[in-house]
């Protein structure tokens, strides 16, 4: 294989890494030794000549692809996804370093266009569509310069045609992202369709937004913070200050040392003990039992809330929601679930895209018959506590009176935790490896740690609580007064239940630092990147709203901006009449066609003016036609090569 054709395989394969990272499902740990051998491939190559290096190369080749086959097909899912996407980059690597004179690169180019696919579904944000623009403009190319390699003409003028080649490839590329970008904006498009991968990757999608149906603490893989809107909420008073913060899903009660299990009718014996019960109402609607006693019509709230996503079929909703009410138009049915959430259900086909769906708060949730309930929500598994919990929760009791109640108790463990504990997203530096070193403050923890620590020093105390999982609602819409909350709001707080059967939201996460959308940049990068990821939800959240507006910008284009559009179209023209003057022919050409006319001649397939000149010579042409033919071939040649050669004229 020609060298010129080398670096933009390793460049490809760069790239490929590249997109396998910005999936954040890899750990880098495990991308480190993929990248060394990418970068090293052009002096590793020079090996491929020597039998114990091919054999050396391959077995360790086998070795890693079974301990990820055997990984793969004995862990969960999520784990496939993982050992999947490092089997791609390994195998990518693999046929860049085994590229050779006798083989041709064309798996290359096959692996590194389905690496490039793959990861779309896990990786759609910026990073990923910076990647894919630089893929592209490096992809076109090496397919160019493959081709070439196997032409003579390019081996006998290489400078030429890798000139060429990049100026060829530069205007094909870009050409096709024009058109891209034209038919993103005029054809519709579907963006809540789930697609031939959506259920397949449903797991994958829950994990993505935070709300997967068993949470582990020791999860250490980098989070991506999808923009993706989950839903918005607008507040039939107008005021956004009168959303409440936390939204639930579901709730966790049984820990086992490293991961919560959801709250199950199983464990307390009836389905709805730990929650009043939701009763549906003639017109559809579900209410609590009694919840209009002892609520005044100050504290009653009512929410219009508009679901962007209902792939994971779960209605995100205050603590205290005593009413909910589907609008008329939405084919909806409503299921409480044990877990202490409400899943929607089509009653016919599927969910419409964005149901609207008017959710009442009133007074605080209270649970029938409380005893049942606080033996189970105390209980902490054999093993998995660290000691630090049992000191910590001893150290912090000692400061309170002797007759605290539960909520002095839990409020001093939650104010503990926000002033001395750092919050920090996983896969960063400094981010704790369990939750012992983040109880003793040698790492920092996202929300699920301080969330579990304070839950564990509170069942260590006997206050019964649960870990609740949802959304943090606090990004406002600056033209309208709703709020947004998206997949990057995903959040982990408790949920206290007193001596007099009521729950209460006691969050342990520091507000400052979870509140990921009001952060203001530190750095000129950081701006930076705030700008892109800004843009950057502007194309994945193009609607039929923004083509409407799009379209209308450009309808209104020649009444409001009429000389850009004349400089535009002149632009145009310009660049079509240069284009056409550069591939018109010179006047000798058009000169020696009138005179092959006028000596009623024609050439033949692949016959010179010289030939054509020696077979006039030879017929019946008038001298006088003959003598312009001359002096037309002459000229011709002289255009050409610069000069005729010393002949003797016929």
């Not at 004179?101 to 690496?115: A, C, K, T, Y």
């Not at 896990?122 to 076109?140: E, N, T, Y």
């Not at 009653?300 to 079929?313: C, H, N």
Request: hydrophobic residues 45%.
């Amino acid at each position: 294989m020609k060298d010129r054709l080398f670096p933009l395989l390793v460049a490809l394969c760069l790239l490929d890494l590249g997109f396998v990272h910005a999936t954040a499902v890899v750990d880098t740990m495990f991308l480190w030794p993929l990248w060394a051998l990418t970068a090293g491939a052009p002096w590793l190559r020079h090996l491929q000549r020597h039998r114990l290096h091919r054999i050396g190369w391959n077995s360790f080749v086998l070795v890693v692809f079974a301990l990820l086959v055997h990984h793969a097909t004995t862990t969960g899912l999520l784990h496939m996804l993982e050992d999947g996407l490092v089997l791609a980059a390994l195998c990518q690597v693999h046929l860049l370093n085994n590229v050779g004179e006798r083989q041709r690169p064309d798996l290359v180019f096959f692996n590194s266009f389905l690496i490039a696919f793959v990861t779309s579904f896990f990786a759609p944000d910026v990073v990923w569509s910076v990647l894919f623009i630089a893929h592209a403009f490096v992809l076109v190319p090496g397919l160019q310069r493959n081709c070439l390699a196997r032409h003579p003409a390019a081996a006998a003028a290489p400078r030429l045609a890798t000139t060429r080649l990049w100026r060829d490839g530069f205007v094909q590329t870009s050409a096709i992202g024009i058109v891209t970008a034209f038919l993103f904006v005029l054809i519709p498009r579907d963006w809540n369709r789930q697609g031939w991968l959506g259920e397949a990757l449903a797991n994958g999608h829950e994990f993505s937004t935070g709300l997967a149906e068993r949470i582990e603490i020791g999860n250490e893989h980098t989070l991506r913070l999808g923009e993706e809107v989950a839903f918005t909420i607008a507040p039939a008073s107008g005021r956004v200050d009168d959303v409440p913060t936390h939204w639930r899903a579901l709730a966790f009660t049984r820990f086992d040392g490293s991961a919560w299990d959801p709250q199950n009718a199983n464990q307390f014996g009836s389905r709805f003990a730990t929650d009043r019960l939701f009763e549906r109402q003639r017109d559809g609607s579900m209410r609590r039992d009694g919840d209009e006693a002892g609520t005044s019509a100050a504290a009653a709230q009512q929410f219009e809330v508009r679901l962007a996503d209902v792939g994971s079929d779960r209605l995100p909703m205050p603590l205290r929601t005593t009413g909910i009410r589907v609008e008329a138009a939405a084919e909806l049915l409503f299921d409480p679930r044990s877990d202490g959430g409400v899943r929607l259900l089509a009653r016919n086909g599927a969910p419409p895209a964005r149901p609207a769906v008017w959710i009442t708060t009133g007074k605080e949730s209270r649970v029938a018959d409380a005893n049942r309930v606080r033996l189970h929500l105390t209980q902490l598994p054999e093993r998995g506590v660290p000691d630090v919990v049992r000191t910590l929760a001893q150290h912090l009791r000692a400061a309170l009176p002797a007759d605290a109640d539960e909520w002095m108790i839990a409020s001093a463990c939650r104010d503990w935790l926000q002033n001395e504990r750092r919050y920090q997203l996983p896969g960063g530096p400094g981010f704790a490896r369990n939750l012992g070193e983040f109880l003793l403050g040698s790492g920092a923890g996202h929300c699920e740690y301080f969330a579990t620590a304070l839950a564990l020093l509170l069942r260590v105390q006997d206050v019964p609580c649960r870990l609740v999982g949802g959304y943090l609602a606090h990004e406002t819409d600056p033209n309208t007064p709703t709020v947004i909350v998206r997949a990057k709001h995903a959040h982990a707080w408790v949920e206290v239940l007193a001596d007099d059967g009521s729950w209460h939201t006691c969050d342990a996460t520091p507000a400052a630092d979870v509140a990921f959308g009001n952060t203001a940049p530190d750095s000129v990068w950081a701006a930076f990147s705030q700008k892109l990821d800004e843009l950057w939800r502007g194309v994945t959240g193009f609607d039929q709203a923004a083509r409407a507006r799009w379209l209308g910008t450009l309808a209104q284009l020649p009444t409001q901006h009429p000389m850009l559009l004349a400089s535009v179209l002149a632009a145009g023209i310009a660049l079509v009449y240069l284009r056409r003057r550069r591939q018109r022919p010179l006047p000798s050409i058009h000169e020696l066609q009138r005179a092959v006319r006028a000596a009623g001649l024609s050439l033949k397939n692949g016959e010179t003016p010289r030939e054509l000149l020696v077979r006039a010579a030879n017929g019946a042409v008038a001298p006088a036609a003959l003598a312009r033919l001359q002096s037309a071939a002459f000229a011709h040649e002289r255009h050409r090569y610069a000069g005729p050669p010393a002949i003797d004229r016929p």
